[in-house]
């Protein structure tokens, strides 16, 4: 069975810093492209960034580059996402997700770890 | 950035009813096309892929069609465990996620 299970999340100041995890099991995870999708409370999904398999290629939304560092580690199937500078506006539940790019049976999420950026 | 739209952004519909949400991307994304479906508390989950393919295990009541920047998602017959709100997102480019449609029994 599939697993990602987020952990990291909390209450951060404006500022500060966290660092999300994501722990996978289930199925062959260095094979997989793996996403960072968010979604502010009674909110929409927002993607934030993507690594490749092998970490070649990474990839950021806008509103989070050169705050955000996006990492993956095959050895233990885990996927990080560090976050600096931190804004109010990064409140959100944070979800891993393979988010497939037109593949069958390969659309995986975790359950999402919370994070609050607040004073 | 592609930018996505989607319409209604919430509908109230009848059990058994057909149901049809449209998409438009801001630029011709081809067939790159997904459709998520996201009950409240939970996950989103995939039902369909390259704009009209059935995700596995996918009820055949979910459809998907369209190609370029309009699209189309219809549930053919509304059912209460449908409740929930529907996303598209295009990988044409960098993922963008439309804004939702909330669906709702009445």
């Known amino acids: 069975e599939v697993h990602l299970v987020e952990s990291g999340g909390g209450l951060v100041k404006p500022g500060g810093s966290l660092r999300l995890s994501c722990a996978a099991s289930g199925f062959t995870f260095s094979n997989l492209t793996m996403n960072w999708v968010r979604q502010p409370p009674a909110r929409g999904l927002e993607w934030v960034s993507s690594?490749?398999?092998?970490?070649?290629?990474?990839y950021y939304a806008d509103s989070v580059r050169g705050r955000f560092t996006i990492s993956r580690d095959n050895a233990n199937n885990s996927l990080s996402l560090q976050m600096n500078g931190l804004r109010a506006d990064d409140s959100a539940l944070y979800y891993c997700?393979?988010?497939?790019?037109?593949?069958?049976?390969?659309?995986?999420w975790g359950q999402g770890t919370l994070v609050t950026v607040s004073s | 950035d592609i930018q996505m739209t989607q319409s209604p952004s919430s509908l109230s519909a009848s059990v058994g009813d057909r149901i049809t949400i449209t998409c438009q991307a801001s630029r011709d994304i081809y067939k790159y096309l997904n459709w998520y479906q996201q009950k409240p508390g939970k996950a989103p989950e995939l039902l369909i892929y390259d704009a009209s393919n059935l995700e596995t295990g996918v009820p055949s009541r979910f459809r998907g069609s369209g190609s370029g920047t309009q699209f189309t998602f219809t549930i053919t017959s509304l059912q209460p465990e449908d409740v929930a709100t529907y996303y598209c997102?295009?990988?044409?480019?960098?993922?963008?996620f439309g804004p939702g449609t909330k669906v709702e029994i009445k």
């Open positions: 997102q295009q990988y044409d480019d960098l993922p963008t």
């Open positions: 690594i490749s398999r092998d970490s070649s290629h990474i």
């Open positions: 997700s393979t988010l497939p790019p037109g593949e069958r049976g390969i659309d995986f």
